[in-house]
């Protein structure tokens, strides 16, 4: 049936947290078992302050979590979710992820909400680095100022960019399925409920239970992300 819906959808935007990711093997942020702001606390580890004022804890953190996405890589759903893009069946992707993953498995086109970890930049002069400078150990840019990944801190602009053309897809969108968000921070979280008021058919899957699964047209909470992108494309093949 799925298959279907998105054979009859001319606009179909697909909207990615945390959860795409941890089949690749990187850990999300809420679940209940091994979430990482179960282990750290956000405010303190993904904020501008912990950045000022904390910087080796910060840089700690963010080496690990460079070098883990680097280790790791996209798992069979992101390379489904780019074929989609190539067959027509997807627009676009919108994700709060900043792994690059999407982008690492063909979708070309990806809004990045929370900016990227493939980036580092200096927090003083701007300038960018690839994330290879932290693998290396280099956290300072010529300038002497501290680099930082170009993600998108607790108490920093969002890109305005990012969210308006991600507005805009939703309110295009007649399809929209969210795959692996607890759809808990704003604004992004608003981005499914634009689509829904605008018209869209919605469908949320997601291991745990979302504030919004009260307006989906379909909620998939008991199959994992692969496994449901697996039978979704396997719809309709003998
Ligand atoms: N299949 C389906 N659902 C999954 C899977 C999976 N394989 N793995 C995890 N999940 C679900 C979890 O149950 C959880 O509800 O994915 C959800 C991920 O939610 P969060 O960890 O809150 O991640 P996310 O929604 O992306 O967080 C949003 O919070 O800290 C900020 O900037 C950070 O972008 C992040 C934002």
């Known amino acids: 049936m799925i298959k279907d ?14 959860g795409m990711s941890t089949e690749s093997g990187l850990p999300d942020f809420r679940s209940a078992n091994k979430g990482l702001w ?14 000022n004022n904390n910087v080796d804890t910060f840089i700690d953190f963010y080496r690990e979590r460079v070098l883990k996405v680097k280790e790791y890589g996209p798992h069979q759903g992101h390379y489904i979710l780019a074929e989609w893009e190539q067959q027509g069946l997807v627009h676009s992707i919108i994700t709060q992820n900043v792994d690059g993953f999407h982008q690492a498995s063909g979708s070309k086109i990806v809004h990045e909400l929370h900016g990227t970890l493939q980036k580092l930049h200096c927090q003083s002069c701007g300038k960018e680095y690839s994330s290879g400078e932290y693998v290396d150990n280099e956290y300072h840019c010529d300038c002497g100022g501290v680099l930082r990944p170009s993600i998108i801190l607790f108490g920093e602009m969002l890109p305005q960019e990012a969210f308006q053309t991600a507005f805009q897809d939703a309110e295009k969108a007649d399809l929209f399925i969210v795959l692996g968000s607890s759809l808990t921070v704003s604004p992004a979280n608003q981005i499914p409920l ?24 379909m909620t998939i909470h008991d199959q994992k992300i692969g496994v449901f992108l697996q039978a979704v494309a396997n719809e309709g093949k003998g």
Request: hydrophobic content about 35%; cysteine-free.
């Open 194 to 217: 634009i689509a829904k008021e605008s018209g869209a058919r919605l469908i949320i899957v997601n291991q745990e239970p979302t504030p919004y699964d009260q307006y989906a047209d």
């Open 5 to 18: 819906w998105l054979q009859e959808s001319n606009y179909t935007v697909i909207f990615t947290g945390a």
């Open 38 to 51: 179960k282990q750290h606390d956000p405010s303190k580890i993904a904020s501008i302050d912990a950045l």
